[in-house]
């Protein structure tokens, strides 16, 4: 498959051994190693808080290793700043690039290195020209007149794609890219990595989904408790193998949903619409029933969660919860109601970053939490603790800022703030984006289990194995409106794939 | 773990130990080593007189502090206070000229301050404006307003029993009547901030809008009432000046912003939201006080004092980096230093 399994392997690029990265008292990698060589697409994996990010972020020189060996291209490297690493050929790109907003495409391609001509000004045409280029060579259709402003964040991906290779990048590492992309836009990217792959780049490919692991990557390298476990070539192991290393024992890849007893409508949407978004949308989730709303990125599930709950207005129709109507466009309402919210975005929504994970696990009961309209601190750890260990989120303390979690660790502290509330409808966008396999079975397991204790369910996921195995029944949006409704013994993925994608005319009634 | 390095597995500090190491300690512990330094080189300084003054001196500055530090918090600014406060120094001149009560004046004023703010609060909630941009504007306007009000007169026949009660002390102790009025406010504000939900949702909002929504924080109503709050305690310190100097003019208070946001500041709130106590702006507000009147009691003239009060602000900003940077480095040193021998 790939040009890398001649006899002489390719030169190693980049060479990080026994690398050290504590911060204050938590050590973060206790002894990271990952070997690059040219030409090579390199998964690296292990668990949430494994220690992944923070080798990535040793590599970009956003963070000194207290202790390591480091070599680029044969040579010694140490890091001082970001400037250092990109001088080195080392690009990354984080899962959220950040662009600037208001500048064309191709200007932020060029930024802090546009093209002058001869009067020092810059060269507006050869910017453009060069830009154009770039996504030729790419193979991905963007205009570089635009605006940054709007573009899909798959779309930003590739601009800091384009911009690294404008560098000469002869690493590029990408952490956890697909965990916000489309199907379609995944494979995009991956086209563009095994075109750049090709060129002789050394790629390092961070995932929790197996199925790109195994169809994009040479080798994998398995971390565990921040250090390192081994290297595989892809081609020669199983994903059975590599889960084992990475979790320390065996795994079920899939947890399905235990049967539950299902009682009476807990929510109830009728004929609602959002001008433009979404049209008629009926929707019924009972207690103890986990609905699962699939379709492509973009159909309008997230917009109809967020206008059920509150977030945004809607032109049209009523939800009821429980038979009592919901004020619209009032979270607060929703919340009191007994709605949670799961939102897709924990870094923008679901979580304040920059405070503590006592505070953020407390932050949507803080009215319950008082007592006669006062908070105690004692009381909100106590309440904190309680939620946290029951996800067994691991953090150095209650009172570290939830930012110095590890990803997975961030979406259990998510978790946490909204089963605190003690809802009786949870809707949940993406459970399980960016969330390693050990946890995401417990994900999976903890979700059935909240169903099993008569809490209605309504889940969004764009992972079909995911909608499957946990649905009761499948609610497919195309363009805004349901397409159908499948029961879970018709629920297979060609049915849903169908519904999901095919025109409106072609799907019985 | 690892095979070279053994893991400072040294358990998380007790909470009191945090707390002793936090900026809010740091901070009172300057505020009484400056108290203390103060007492022993000046020989005026340690007397019930030093108290009064003192604590006369830094009564509006608290005040307005308290109302700020929760809009700072929540991620906007409020410039227009000391125009608020002249505002209502103004409007009590021209009142107690066209013989209203003494009650009537100060509700009357407490109500314009009401107005003030809560015109900045439909310009930053309602429609969304950035309050800086809004503030500087009602800076300018509150201020010609009162120039409208009363003209370059000056009012200054209040009534001695006011007057006399503003700067009034409880017994011996030099501590001003009109301080447990402020220390309720104070206290007020401590509660609501650290200690109320409303609170909660105030460090969500000042660090991200978007995540607050989520949790049912109401941005728009919240900043709203925040604006009113900062409106209504710049009248109450608009009064107090006026009738401790027992003059209404319309430049009372001016230049007042600054002085109160660069406290709020030097006691550690965030000027980006999200991050601050009151302890710590009491204690800011305090420090400012006391460096200043140490300095004044020494003649010491006003230029030096606003120096004085720019240099600490850049220190408190300045100083925390800087330890936080040699920390940094120190424990890389002593981790290479046991890695090594071991390491290759
Ligand atoms: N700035 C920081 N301060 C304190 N602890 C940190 C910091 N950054 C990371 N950590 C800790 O280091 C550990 C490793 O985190 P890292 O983000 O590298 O994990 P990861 O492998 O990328 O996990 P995920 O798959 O969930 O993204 C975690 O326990 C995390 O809490
Ligand atoms: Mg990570």
Not at chain 1, 440 to 469: N, Q, T
Not at chain 2, 109 to 136: D, F, K, Q, R, Y
Not at chain 2, 247 to 256: E, H, I, K, M, V
Request: proline content about 4%; glycine content about 10%; hydrophobic content about 50%.
């Amino acid at each position: 498959m790939t040009s890398n399994h001649e006899a002489a392997p390719a030169p190693v690029v980049l060479e990080l051994r026994n690398a050290v990265k504590s911060f204050g008292a938590v050590v973060a990698v206790s002894d990271g190693t990952i070997e690059l060589r040219e030409g090579e697409i390199h998964a690296l994996i292990g668990e949430n808080g494994a220690g992944k990010s923070t080798m990535v972020k040793i590599l970009a020189g956003v963070h000194r290793p207290d202790v390591a060996t480091f070599q680029v291209a044969g040579e010694d490297a140490s890091f001082r700043n970001v400037g250092d690493s990109k001088a080195a050929g080392i690009s990354v790109i984080y899962q959220e690039p950040t662009l600037f907003p208001d500048l064309t495409v191709a200007e932020n391609i060029f930024i802090g290195r546009q093209p002058v001509n001869r009067l020092r000004l810059i060269d507006r045409r050869r910017m453009r020209r060069d830009a154009a280029a770039l996504f030729a060579e790419l193979g991905v259709d963007l205009d570089p007149h635009r605006i940054a402003d709007g573009l899909s964040i798959a779309d930003q991906q590739l601009i800091e794609i384009a911009k690294a290779i404008s560098m000469d990048a002869r690493v590029l590492v990408m952490d956890e890219p697909t965990a916000a992309l489309s199907g379609a836009e995944v494979d995009r990217l991956f086209t563009v990595a095994r075109r750049l792959r090709d060129q002789g780049v050394g790629i390092l490919f961070i995932s929790h989904r197996f199925e790109e692991i195994f169809a994009l990557t040479d080798r994998i390298t398995v971390m565990r408790d921040g250090a390192y476990v081994s290297t595989h070539q892809t081609a020669e192991t199983t994903e059975a193998e590599v889960v084992r290393e990475m979790v320390g024992r065996s795994v079920d890849q899939l947890f399905p949903k235990e049967p539950a007893p299902i009682g009476e409508p807990v929510l109830e949407v009728t004929g609602l619409t959002r001008r433009g978004i979404f049209s008629d949308i009926n929707l019924v989730v009972r207690s103890g029933e986990i609905v699962g709303l699939a379709g492509l990125v973009g159909a309008g599930r997230t917009e109809v969660a967020r206008a059920v709950f509150g977030i945004d207005r809607y032109d049209d129709g009523s939800v009821t919860l429980n038979g009592t109507p919901i004020p619209p466009h009032d979270p607060q309402a929703s919340i009191d109601a007994g709605i949670a919210f799961v939102p897709e975005d924990r870094r923008k929504q679901g979580l304040v970053m920059d405070l503590s994970v006592a505070r953020n696990a407390t932050l949507a009961v803080r009215r319950e939490l008082a007592r006669m309209g006062l908070i105690s601190a004692s009381h909100e750890r106590e309440v904190a603790e309680e939620w946290t260990d029951r996800l067994q989120v691991k953090t150095s303390s209650q009172s570290a800022p939830v930012s110095t979690l590890s990803g997975g660790n961030q979406q259990k502290v998510v978790l946490a703030k909204w089963l605190a509330t003690e809802p009786s409808l949870l809707i949940i966008d993406e459970p399980t984006r960016g969330i390693d396999v050990g946890t995401k079975s417990e994900v999976h397991r903890l979700i059935s289990d909240l169903a099993g204790r008569g809490i209605a369910i309504l889940m969004i996921s764009s992972e079909l194995p995911e909608v499957l195995g946990m649905a009761d029944r499948v609610v497919v949006m195309r363009e805004g409106r349901v397409s159908e409704v499948i029961d879970r013994s018709d629920a297979v993925p060609e049915a849903v794939m169908r519904a999901a994608t095919a025109a409106r005319e072609e799907v019985p009634a | 773990m690892s095979t070279i390095v053994s893991p400072e597995k040294k358990a998380a500090r007790p909470r009191w130990q945090n707390a002793l190491l936090s900026r809010d300690a740091v901070m009172v512990a300057i505020l009484i080593a400056t108290i203390i330094t103060a007492s022993a080189m000046l020989p005026r300084f340690a007397s019930p007189l030093t108290v009064g003054f003192l604590l006369i001196d830094v009564i509006p500055v608290l005040l307005i502090a308290m109302p700020m530090t929760l809009v700072i918090i929540a991620g906007e600014i409020d410039l227009s206070v000391a125009s608020t406060a002249g505002l209502t120094s103004a409007l009590m001149g021209v009142l107690w000229q066209s013989g209203q009560s003494m009650v009537t004046i100060v509700v009357l004023g407490l109500i314009a301050g009401l107005l003030c703010g809560a015109l900045n609060g439909l310009l930053v909630a309602g429609l969304g404006l950035p309050s800086l941009a809004v503030t500087i504007g009602t800076l300018a306007l509150y201020r010609g307003l009162a120039l409208v009000t009363i003209g370059d007169d000056a009012v200054a026949d209040f009534p001695v029993e006011a007057t006399s009660f503003v700067t009034s002390k409880i017994g011996a102790t030099g501590i001003p009547v009109v301080m447990i009025g402020a220390l309720l406010i104070v206290l007020a504000y401590a509660v609501v901030l650290h200690m109320t939900p409303f609170g909660r949702g105030l460090f969500a909002l000042g660090f991200s809008t978007e995540a607050a929504k989520f949790v049912g924080v109401k941005v728009d109503r919240t900043k709203f009432w925040l604006f009113v709050g900062t409106g209504v305690v710049s009248a109450l310190a608009g009064i107090f000046w006026t009738l401790r100097y027992s003059s209404a003019r319309s430049d009372n208070a001016s230049g007042l912003e600054l002085a109160v946001v660069a406290a709020v500041l030097l006691g550690g709130v965030s000027i980006f939201g999200g991050r601050g106590t009151i302890l710590g702006v009491v204690s800011a507000v305090l420090l400012i006080g006391t460096v200043n009147y140490g300095l004044r009691l020494e003649r010491v003239s006003d230029v030096v004092l606003i120096i004085v009060t720019g240099a600490l602000l850049i220190i408190s900003v300045v100083g925390p980096r800087i330890a936080e940077g040699v920390a940094t480095r120190w424990r890389g040193r002593r981790l290479r230093a046991r890695v090594s021998p071991t390491s290759s």
